[in-house]
């Protein structure tokens, strides 16, 4: 997956803490291990309802991992670094998976 793209789409519940903690982390593990190599599209399922129940969203924050594909998908705590990264299918910046 090194040189691949990986774009990954995070519903949250509005402007919520847990919500705006999930973004941070999740931008910040983004940025430690795969900086330059991902797309992050950020959905609020008040304001896009629809988009949430096409992809199944039942909580938030949810994050899916879009491609490459098989798709992914983690729910709840995102601040957990190494979570994230196993959920994901990610390799962590210090070891390959």
Known sequence: M????VRL???VAGTAPRSLRAVEALRR???????NRYDL???DIYQQPDLAERDGI????TLLR?????ERRLSGD??????VLRGLAIASAAEPL
């Open 2 to 5: 090194d040189a691949e793209r």
């Open 9 to 11: 789409r995070l519903f």
């Open 29 to 35: 593990i983004c940025e430690a291990h795969i900086p």
């Open 41 to 43: 599209e950020i959905v």
């Open 58 to 61: 039942l909580a938030a924050p």
């Open 66 to 70: 879009v491609a490459p594909g098989p």
């Open 78 to 83: 995102l601040l957990d670094e190494g979570r």
